[in-house]
């Protein structure tokens, strides 16, 4: 339902109110997520209601007077459908995470070189996680931890660094002074430490090991010299995945703030 660029159903039996967990109504907050879209210059594509659709960027915003402008290309059939219809709605992706608000009032205007489709900025936006793509970086020497023991070895304990952690997978990093581990190898026991409250247990699969120069991010020279394991988790149970989410949309939300700042 939540995949491509054609908008989500929004009038299930449950009402609007069903969809309340994903609106953003604050005007601060919906102004930045456009403004993430305006100065990323991402494609914005624009549904009309007879399924017709325009791909555009959106160009400029004026909060003060609510209104914000789409580059625009006359002469296209879908789009004098949606200038016809007056209304659409847009769908745009930020970071695997899908936002749809509405269109309306939208006007064609021509300028000398250029033309615009100007329109109301959307009373809300609504925000739709792909969790399976979203992954949270880690940062830090002292950030989250896996530990578990070396299969080969199994009285060496390791606790490897935690790259980035999606609700899929997570990527480790595993300096040059671990003896190797290969793509294939599962763990059944493997402890992730997020951080305080929130720890759980699960297996982790290796699905691909990578060497990489540029591996090292600010403050973390000590991780040149390994290699990356990309991992995915095996027999997650309901309880690991309810922590791993809740950390993973606490670290979306300290994002989301700082955005505001």
């Known amino acids: 339902m939540f995949q491509d660029t054609r908008p989500a159903a929004l009038d299930p039996l449950g009402g609007e109110d069903a969809w309340g967990s994903f609106r953003v109504q604050h005007p601060q907050e919906r102004a930045a997520l456009l403004r993430q879209l305006r100065d990323g210059q991402v ?3 624009l549904n009309g209601p007879d399924g017709s659709s325009v791909t555009t ?11 914000m402008s789409f580059s625009a290309s006359p002469g296209l059939p ?3 459908r949606l200038l016809e219809a ?18 309306q009032h939208i006007t064609l205007v021509r300028g000398a070189q250029s033309a615009t489709l ?3 900025l959307p009373g809300s936006i609504y925000r739709f996680q792909r969790r399976n793509a979203y992954r ?3 940062d830090g020497r002292h950030g989250p931890a896996a530990r578990l023991r070396h299969p080969s070895m199994p009285d060496m304990q390791l606790a490897l ?3 980035d952690v999606s609700i899929g997978g997570c990527a480790l990093w595993c300096p040059n002074d671990v003896p190797p581990l290969q793509a294939g190898t599962r763990f059944s026991e493997v402890t992730v430490d997020l951080g305080p409250d929130n720890r759980f247990q699960a297996g982790l699969s290796i699905q691909h090991v990578s060497s990489s120069g540029n591996a090292s991010g600010p403050g973390e020279g000590d991780r040149a010299g390994g290699v990356r394991l990309g991992c995915e988790w095996v027999q997650l149970s309901g309880a690991a995945e309810r922590v791993l989410q809740r950390w993973i949309d606490q670290a979306q939300k300290r994002r989301r703030m700082l955005s505001l700042e």
């Open 43 to 45: 494609p914005v594509n």
């Open 57 to 67: 960027l959106l160009w400029s915003l004026d909060t003060e007077r609510e209104r």
């Open 78 to 80: 879908a789009l004098d």
């Open 86 to 103: 007056d209304e659409a709605v847009a769908v745009a992706y930020l970071d695997s995470v899908k936002l749809q608000f509405d269109v």
């Open 118 to 120: 100007q329109c109301a």
């Open 136 to 138: 949270v970086r880690t």
């Open 161 to 163: 660094r935690v790259l």
